[in-house]
């Protein structure tokens, strides 16, 4: 399953905007089969903040572990916020 995140808009801001993003994917999410991984594609994203990253990735991240694979991840602004949220969760995403 590939969730684009292009959708969510190109700057991708606030932590509001980051639960409303993870609220929004949820109905995609209940049709994952169970070994199935999720690609989170950051194809066209400009700009991310650590915060909208935490609403949204942190718990894909949690619930997902391995089977979350980010895609497009070589903008500055996203590799930061990966970092960033590495760090503080302790946990390494897996990225294309």
Do not use: C, H
Request: no cysteine; charged share 30%.
């Amino acid at each position: 399953m590939v969730i684009k995140l292009e959708k969510f808009g190109k700057i991708l801001l606030f932590r509001e905007n980051g639960k409303k993003a993870f609220l929004d994917i949820q109905p995609i999410l209940k049709k994952l089969k169970e070994n199935e991984n999720i690609e989170i594609d950051f194809t066209g994203v400009t700009t991310s903040t650590p915060s909208w990253g935490d609403e949204f990735l942190t718990p894909l991240l949690k619930a997902y572990g391995e089977r979350l694979i980010l895609g497009n991840t070589s903008n500055p602004s996203v590799l930061a916020v990966l970092d960033i949220l590495e760090k503080t969760t302790g946990k390494k995403f897996s990225k294309e």
